[in-house]
T-cell receptor
C-alpha cells in the first residue's frame, strides 16, 4: 500500500483565493483525520470522520474551513477565502477499524501539504 | 486545563550517546499516551502507545515509560544514530466519555551530530 496520499505537496496562493487540499486514505481505513501544524501552535486536530461521517469538527477554526468525505477513498479540506494566517502544513491521517469514536487505533499520517498564503 | 508539556524544547547530542525526552501532562481522564517521531518534511510516525496500566514499552532503540500517578512520560533513545534527528511529539488521549480528544505536546527537536 502506498500509505496516505495527499495532494498537492506544496501550495502557494494569494490571500482571498480558494484552496482545496486532498487526501486519499489507506485502503480499508475507516477513520480519517485532518490536522494543521505550525511552529507556534504545533499539531492541531481540525476534524475527523468515521465511515465518511464527520464526528467532531470542533477544531475547525472558522467558517472559512470546510471538509468533506464523499466516499471511503477520498477527502477534501477547503479554505475559502484563504488568509495569510492559514499558512501551515496540513496533514491527513487515517486509522483502521470502524469503532466510534476511534480508540487506540494507530494513526498513519500522510506527507502533508505545505500551504503558503501570501 | 488539559495540557501536555515537553522538555527540552531542543537537544543536540553526539552520535552513539543516549538521551531522554520528557513529557508531563495534566490531561484527565487519561486514555492513552503516544510518542511520535516526525522527520523534517514528513508526517509523524507512531513510536509507542501506552495505556494507563503500562509502565514501559519499547520499540527497538526507543523505550517509553509512563508514570500515571505523577502524569509523566519519558522517551529514552539508546545509542543514538544520525537518523534519530527529528521532532518527537508526545500526545495524550482523553478517555472515551470525553470524546477521545487528543492533546498534543509542542515537541522536542532532537539533532544527532557525528
Amino acid at each position: 500500500d502506498a500509505g496516505v496520499i495527499q495532494s498537492p505537496r506544496h501550495e502557494v496562493t494569494e490571500m482571498g483565493q480558494e484552496v482545496t487540499l486532498r487526501c486519499k486514505p489507506i485502503s480499508g481505513h475507516n477513520s480519517l483525520f485532518w490536522y494543521r501544524q505550525t511552529m507556534m501552535r504545533g499539531l492541531e486536530l481540525l476534524i475527523y470522520f468515521n465511515n465518511n461521517v464527520p464526528i467532531d469538527d470542533s477544531g475547525m477554526p472558522e467558517d472559512r474551513f470546510s471538509a468533506k468525505m464523499p466516499n471511503a477513498s477520498f477527502s477534501t479540506l477547503k479554505i475559502q477565502p484563504s488568509e495569510p494566517r492559514d499558512s501551515a502544513v496540513y496533514f491527513c491521517a487515517t486509522t483502521p477499524g470502524a469503532s466510534i469514536p476511534p480508540t487506540c487505533g494507530e494513526q498513519y499520517f500522510g506527507p502533508g501539504t505545505r500551504l503558503t498564503v501570501t | 486545563k488539559n495540557q501536555v508539556e515537553q522538555s527540552p524544547q531542543s537537544l543536540i547530542i553526539l552520535e552513539g550517546k543516549n538521551c531522554t525526552l520528557q513529557c508531563n501532562y495534566t490531561v484527565s481522564p487519561f486514555s492513552n499516551l503516544r510518542w511520535y517521531k516526525q522527520d523534517t518534511g514528513r508526517g509523524p510516525v507512531s513510536l509507542t502507545i501506552m495505556t494507563f496500566s503500562e509502565n514501559t514499552k519499547s520499540n527497538g532503540r526507543y523505550t517509553a515509560t509512563l508514570d500515571a500517578d505523577t502524569k509523566q512520560s519519558s522517551l529514552h533513545i539508546t545509542a543514538s544514530q544520525l537518523s534519530d534527528s527529528a521532532s518527537y511529539i508526545c500526545v495524550v488521549r482523553l478517555s472515551m466519555e470525553y470524546g477521545n480528544k487528543l492533546v498534543f505536546g509542542a515537541g522536542t527537536i532532537l539533532r544527532v551530530k557525528s
